[in-house]
């Protein structure tokens, strides 16, 4: 087992302007740390309002666009570099409600004061039936053999 000398992985934990909610982001690196860098640096800046989910989902649209046209193609369009992050969010609004966006195959947990599981985000991994259909109707494909381990 080869054990890496760096770590791909990058955190956020910081206040939306006007205190609008909080943020606590994990940006689990894949393949190099050029994706998940940007996401820390960049993904609270597009998330300027929380107002509803589908303002939450187009943000994140907007920001992983900037960043395959501004980091992993060339001029003419061609893929480069194919290093990636897993995306999982948990956002604390000033009304006391946490938002939680997953994005790959990190797992958030919301647990009761006497450790029961109240809330669980669903990991979104290529051997689960329904991503892998989801993938392919995208126009995606799988190109690593996933063992399912159940």
């Given at each position: 087992?080869?054990?890496?000398?760096?770590?791909?992985?990058?955190?956020?934990?910081?206040?939306?302007?006007?205190?609008?909610?909080?943020?606590?982001?994990?940006?689990?690196?894949?393949?190099?740390?050029?994706?998940?860098?940007?996401?820390?640096?960049?993904?609270?800046?597009?998330?300027?309002?929380?107002?509803?989910?589908?303002?939450?989902?187009?943000?994140?649209?907007?920001?992983?666009?900037?960043?395959?046209?501004?980091?992993s193609t060339d001029n003419f369009g061609n893929l480069t570099d194919t290093n990636g992050s897993c995306v999982l969010i948990a956002?604390?609004?000033?009304?006391?409600?946490?938002?939680?966006?997953?994005?790959?195959?990190?797992?958030?947990?919301?647990?009761?004061?006497?450790?029961?599981?109240?809330?669980?985000?669903?990991?979104?991994?290529?051997?689960?039936?329904?991503?892998?259909?989801?993938?392919?109707?995208?126009?995606?494909?799988?190109?690593?053999?996933?063992?399912?381990?159940?």
């Open positions: 087992m080869t054990i890496r000398s760096y770590n791909e992985d990058r955190i956020t934990a910081l206040a939306l302007p006007h205190n609008v909610a909080y943020i606590f982001a994990i940006y689990d690196g894949h393949g190099g740390c050029g994706c998940s860098s940007f996401l820390q640096s960049k993904l609270h800046h597009y998330l300027t309002s929380i107002a509803n989910a589908k303002h939450i989902e187009n943000s994140i649209m907007k920001c992983e666009n900037d960043f395959i046209s501004k980091h956002m604390i609004t000033q009304e006391r409600k946490i938002i939680f966006v997953n994005i790959g195959d990190s797992r958030a947990l919301l647990l009761s004061s006497d450790h029961k599981v109240l809330f669980a985000t669903e990991d979104h991994k290529p051997n689960s039936p329904t991503e892998h259909l989801r993938i392919i109707k995208a126009g995606g494909s799988i190109y690593q053999n996933q063992m399912n381990y159940e």
